[in-house]
């Protein structure tokens, strides 16, 4: 039968990109935040213009106003509910005829960004600077403080990027098996979705791969889990658009770049085609051999991963960390969206 997943994509399926393995989590992150954005505001976004549409600062005040007024409708209608939130209490001012790379378009940006700190309460280190994306000076931060606002604002009824439903879908699973109460208040529901077949084939095909003697394995546990490796590490997979997720670390990462990572002969591979130099450098080392609770894209606070989930996601295959034990497992999810004082 034809597979469900070639009509539900949006895009469509494309041929392999030509990425790195190292930037496709960041490539397919722009992406759910084009299609987010561009769902939003009908604009004509995507990967290729993602920084010159935002460069201006005109987009991302428009989103911190909008995201404000939703706030305000959101206090107005569940009052109860909103002393529970963080709200934004106020907007930005924007100027409207800046251009790229003037002081005006910086003035916007840093407004944004003031605002994200101020009325958002996101942390330092989901954030960018105003030469990051003016300049292109760090793209990552940029990305991940928009897909922590996205987070925020979901929770008083702001449309959110796919991500972020992928990220609750795999929340309620979790409080499901460890009989977890919800949290409070109780997070949107995110829109249904299908697993699909595709999903299950998409994963042989990168594990396929591994050229080890004895092959590097993820066996599949339920639809959409697997364990990994040799050790009892298990990780969440989803289908983002044409990319095979990750959910590891409390953030994000392509499978294909895990398993560079964490499959040895990948590994290798990688070693060998690097001099020693580049080998040495720290973002070759924090690559390969991430700390606990690794830097992954997409993770929120400061990088660890929810309470609730450490004893699912480790940032290695290999790690000597081990699941809770069910007797040692939270009370409850650890909610990040701290009330506003």
Same mark, same amino acid.
């Given at each position: 039968?034809?597979?469900?997943?070639?009509? =539900?994509?949006?895009?469509?399926?494309?041929? =392999?990109?030509?990425?790195?393995?190292?930037?496709?989590?960041?490539?397919?992150?722009?992406?759910?935040?084009?299609?987010?954005?561009?769902?939003?505001? @009908?604009?004509? =976004?995507?990967?290729?213009?993602?920084? @010159?549409?935002?460069?201006?600062?005109?987009?991302?005040? !428009?989103?911190?106003?909008?995201?404000? /007024?939703?706030?305000?409708? +959101?206090?107005? /209608?569940?009052?109860?509910?909103?002393?529970?939130?963080?709200?934004?209490?106020?907007?930005?001012?924007?100027? *409207?005829?800046?251009?790229?790379?003037? +002081? !005006?378009?910086?003035?916007?940006?840093?407004?944004? #960004?003031? &605002?994200?700190?101020?009325?958002?309460?996101?942390?330092?280190?989901?954030?960018?600077?105003?030469?990051?994306?003016?300049?292109?000076?760090?793209?990552?931060?940029?990305?991940?403080?928009?897909?922590?606002?996205?987070?925020?604002? &979901?929770?008083?009824?702001?449309?959110?990027?796919?991500?972020?439903?992928?990220?609750?879908? #795999?929340?309620?699973?979790?409080?499901?098996?460890?009989? $977890?109460?919800?949290?409070?208040?109780?997070?949107?529901? %995110? %829109?249904?979705?299908?697993?699909?077949?595709?999903?299950? $084939?998409?994963?042989?095909?990168?594990?396929?791969?591994?050229?080890?003697?004895?092959?590097?394995?993820?066996?599949?546990?339920?639809?959409?889990?697997?364990?990994?490796?040799?050790?009892?590490?298990?990780? +969440?997979?989803? #289908?983002?658009?044409?990319?095979?997720?990750?959910?590891?670390?409390?953030? &994000?990462?392509?499978? *294909?770049?895990?398993?560079?990572?964490?499959?040895?002969?990948?590994?290798?591979?990688?070693?060998?085609?690097?001099?020693?130099?580049?080998?040495?450098?720290?973002?070759?080392?924090?690559?390969? +051999?991430?700390?606990?609770?690794?830097?992954?894209? *997409?993770?929120? !606070?400061?990088? /660890? %991963?929810?309470?609730?989930?450490?004893?699912?996601?480790?940032?290695?295959?290999?790690?000597?960390?081990?699941?809770?034990?069910?007797?040692?497992?939270?009370?409850?999810?650890?909610?990040?969206?701290?009330?506003?004082?």
């Amino acid at each position: 039968p034809t597979c469900p997943f070639a009509v =539900i994509a949006d895009p469509p399926i494309r041929s =392999i990109r030509p990425f790195k393995s190292s930037e496709q989590y960041l490539e397919a992150m722009k992406e759910d935040l084009a299609d987010w954005l561009r769902n939003l505001y @009908e604009l004509d =976004i995507d990967t290729a213009n993602f920084l @010159e549409t935002l460069e201006t600062g005109q987009l991302l005040c !428009q989103h911190a106003n909008a995201v404000t /007024q939703a706030a305000q409708n +959101f206090l107005a /209608q569940s009052p109860a509910l909103a002393q529970k939130i963080w709200l934004p209490r106020s907007g930005v001012c924007c100027n *409207g005829a800046a251009q790229p790379r003037t +002081f !005006q378009a910086r003035d916007n940006v840093s407004n944004f #960004i003031h &605002w994200c700190r101020k009325e958002m309460g996101i942390k330092e280190v989901l954030m960018f600077e105003t030469e990051d994306l003016v300049l292109r000076k760090n793209e990552k931060h940029v990305v991940l403080c928009l897909l922590e606002l996205g987070r925020r604002a &979901w929770r008083f009824g702001v449309a959110a990027p796919t991500l972020v439903h992928l990220e609750e879908e #795999i929340e309620e699973e979790l409080r499901q098996e460890l009989a $977890l109460p919800p949290p409070d208040p109780p997070p949107p529901a %995110p %829109p249904a979705r299908q697993l699909t077949c595709c999903l299950s $084939l998409q994963v042989q095909n990168l594990v396929s791969r591994c050229t080890c003697p004895v092959q590097f394995s993820m066996i599949k546990v339920s639809e959409g889990k697997y364990r990994v490796g040799d050790s009892n590490t298990l990780i +969440f997979v989803r #289908i983002l658009r044409n990319h095979v997720m990750v959910r590891v670390g409390g953030g &994000w990462d392509t499978l *294909g770049h895990y398993l560079d990572k964490h499959d040895p002969c990948r590994c290798t591979s990688l070693c060998e085609s690097l001099s020693a130099t580049e080998m040495l450098s720290p973002l070759f080392l924090l690559l390969c +051999f991430p700390t606990p609770g690794g830097d992954y894209f *997409g993770s929120s !606070q400061d990088g /660890q %991963p929810p309470e609730s989930t450490r004893g699912f996601y480790t940032t290695s295959a290999h790690s000597d960390r081990q699941p809770l034990p069910e007797s040692s497992a939270p009370s409850g999810l650890e909610d990040i969206h701290t009330p506003r004082p």
